[in-house]
């Protein structure tokens, strides 16, 4: 049975900055793509950022210059480094990994969520 397990997630001021990881474990035969997507209060969950198997990425644009993604295929995990965090950042961030376990198709898994919190 695959995992996602988050961490990174916390309470940092604006201009601070964060790295969210998460692993994914279990009978994993490939990983695709690898994502971020975040949920703020009374908004819907949005795209933040996200990489193939190839290694490109894609932003939102209001994140882009400030967040970087990279995974680490031999680890399973994917990274989200977040510079000069703005209050509107605030959301909970999931990620999102597309996998095939051995002798499946490909699935889309999330993790449990990490809270991230920007005070102004």
């Known amino acids: 049975q695959v995992q996602l397990v988050e961490s990174g997630g916390g309470l940092v001021q604006a201009g601070g900055s964060l790295t969210l990881s998460c692993a994914a474990s279990g009978s994993i035969s490939s990983i695709d793509v690898m994502g971020w997507y975040r949920r703020a209060p009374g908004k819907r969950r949005e795209l933040v950022a996200s990489?193939?198997?190839?290694?490109?990425?894609y932003y939102k644009d209001s994140v882009k210059g400030r967040f970087t993604i990279s995974r680490d295929n031999a680890k399973n995990t994917v990274y989200l480094p977040m510079n000069s965090l703005k209050p509107e950042d605030t959301a909970v961030y999931y990620c999102n990994v597309k996998i095939r376990e051995y002798g499946s198709s490909w699935v889309e898994y999330w993790g449990q969520g990490t809270q991230v919190t920007v005070s102004s």
């Open positions: 990489i193939g198997s190839s290694d490109i990425a």
